[in-house]
């Protein structure tokens, strides 16, 4: 079975400066995707950014990208030029087809709070 | 385009009450899926429906759960006799065909479930 680690339950940064969340996986799949959500206080959950397992380039979406090392079975989010409305739980997830369905596998999720 | 709708927001039941949980995907997609979060906790997958169909409910308890999709009208999660340990948040997602990253799952704002 795919599980999801994040070991870090909370982190903190400063305004402007840039942070790191790690995760890392266990699967034997070969084709897979892999996610990163964002959960304000207000519970939404916000796609933050996407993986393909056999893109071998790191995604980016403006201020967030991802450092992707499939050998290892990691995929860390880095922030950068941190911003007061990035606090949030940020989750990561596991997604591959199984017979069919896509259905997502998370992480126990960061608490990551940015201080003024 | 109105996303990813759930009601109730919060929803109050005593034990031993029946619990209703609605969804109606956004406009164009045909797959939903469930997902629990128990507090400090992140999303695990509950159960996978297409219309009129369930896919994969390898993570619904066998028990007082059950889900449906019917082919008009939301999506609808039903809890029979609820327990205490039924207390969560309860989110759906829809995507408009069976995910992926081209095609990710979207959520909705989750229904809080609180039982006395």
């Known amino acids: 079975a795919q599980t999801v680690t994040q070991s870090q339950p909370e982190m903190s940064v400063q305004e402007a400066e840039t942070v790191t969340l790690s995760c890392t996986y266990d699967t034997s799949e070969n084709n897979y995707y892999l996610f990163w959500y964002k959960q304000p206080p207000s519970r939404q959950m916000i796609l933050v950014i996407r993986q393909e397992a056999y893109k071998q380039q790191n995604a980016t979406e403006n201020r967030f990208s991802v450092n992707f090392q499939k050998a290892a079975k990691s995929f860390s989010l880095k922030i950068s030029d941190s911003q007061l409305g990035d606090t949030a739980m940020y989750f990561c997830a596991f997604m591959k087809i199984t017979s069919g369905t896509y259905k997502y596998i998370f992480g126990t999720g960061t608490r990551l709070k940015v201080l003024a | 385009n109105a996303g990813v709708m759930q009601n109730p927001r919060h929803l109050v039941r005593r034990r031993g009450q029946e619990a209703r949980l609605r969804c109606s995907p956004m406009?164009?997609?045909?797959?939903v899926y469930w997902y629990r979060q128990l507090p400090e906790e992140g999303l695990k997958f509950m159960v996978y429906?297409?219309?009129?169909?369930?896919?994969?409910e390898s993570g619904m308890p066998k028990e007082r759960f059950s889900a449906e999709f019917p082919k008009e009208g939301p999506s609808i999660l039903r809890i029979q006799q609820v327990v205490r340990g039924d207390s969560a948040a309860y989110f759906c997602?829809?995507?408009?065909?069976?995910?992926?990253?081209?095609?990710?799952?979207?959520f909705g704002d989750g229904t809080r479930l609180s039982i006395l």
């Open positions: 406009k164009g997609h045909s797959h």
């Open positions: 429906l297409q219309k009129e169909n369930i896919i994969d």
């Open positions: 997602a829809s995507s408009y065909a069976t995910g992926g990253v081209s095609q990710p799952q979207h």
